[in-house]
């Protein structure tokens, strides 16, 4: 490679890392702001995890397909039965939940994301649904229902995830956190590596990264659902993931809201 295309690349990555930079500026003085009141109140934080939480659990499920509304959610959750709902729509509720309970402990814990720990969180979400498949990559074809793209064949897969686990561990080290952590769930959907589950996993995998660095979670409502869809296949389709940036910006700025108003009534 000759200096002046090594100059050039290096050119080219400085400007995206300033646009980047200033793409996600709203975003990082929320979180500066946030930090510096902190710890808030004990009791604020708590019940604002908790609706976070069930929010989190109600839109993941809803996006796949779980006809149980937010208030059905929190009952269930609460250890109460809705009559005329299948055992599987509770089932997907109480283990959603129990997933980002076991995001908060590794995180806690400073555990690394690795393939081990996906494909923990993935049998979290199947436990006790379709526990042939929980934490087991697919042995067979997979095709996402209004997507073009086609996720690769079953004897990829292996590779597939071990490419991913280096870009996220190496490749992408430098990047903004919000940024890595859309890209993990971008690069996680297109490999689809499980029979099911794929997208609750990757919207665990996103806010796994996402709070391991202080930001509270990305909910993507069951109202954005098209939207969803068209920003991760146009991503999967053209590797232009501006759309899905955008989503993942409004989200997060819609989560920090809610904790800057705990500030707001302290100052």
């Not at 709203?26 to 902190?38: A, E, F, G, V």
């Not at 959610?73 to 089932?91: F, P």
């Not at 561990?169 to 956190?177: R, T």
């Not at 990757?202 to 659902?225: A, C, D, H, T, V």
Request: aromatic share 8%.
């Amino acid at each position: 490679m000759t200096e002046k295309i090594q100059n050039t690349i290096k050119t080219v990555m400085v400007k995206r890392k300033v646009k980047m930079e200033n793409f996600w500026k709203d975003i990082d003085d929320k979180k500066k702001k946030l930090d510096q009141n902190r710890p808030l109140a004990k009791n604020a934080v708590k019940s604002l995890r908790d609706k976070l939480a069930l929010e989190w659990t109600h839109h993941s499920n809803a996006i796949e397909g779980n006809t149980l509304t937010l208030s059905e959610t929190k009952v269930v959750l609460e250890g109460i039965t809705i009559g005329g709902k299948s055992i599987k729509e509770h089932l997907e509720v109480i283990h959603h939940k129990k997933a980002i309970d076991y995001l908060e402990s590794i995180i806690s814990k400073k555990v690394e994301l690795s393939e081990p720990e996906i494909k923990k969180i993935h049998s979290l979400i199947l436990k006790n649904i379709n526990p042939e498949h929980a934490g087991v990559y697919r042995t067979e074809r997979v095709f996402i229902t209004g997507a073009r793209h086609i996720p690769p064949a079953p004897k990829k897969l292996e590779v597939k995830m071990k490419q991913l686990m280096k870009f996220y561990q190496e490749d992408w080290m430098n990047l903004h956190p919000v940024e890595r952590s859309a890209l993990l769930h971008i690069e996680f959907v297109k490999i689809h590596p499980f029979i099911d589950g794929n997208g609750r996993t990757s919207r665990l995998l996103q806010n796994f990264e996402l709070m391991k660095y202080g930001f509270p979670p990305i909910i993507i409502k069951k109202e954005q659902k098209l939207e969803y869809y068209e920003a991760l296949d146009k991503a999967h389709m053209t590797d232009n993931t501006k759309d899905f940036f955008k989503m993942c910006k409004e989200s997060l700025n819609q989560s920090f809201n809610l904790y800057l108003e705990i500030i707001k009534e302290i100052e």
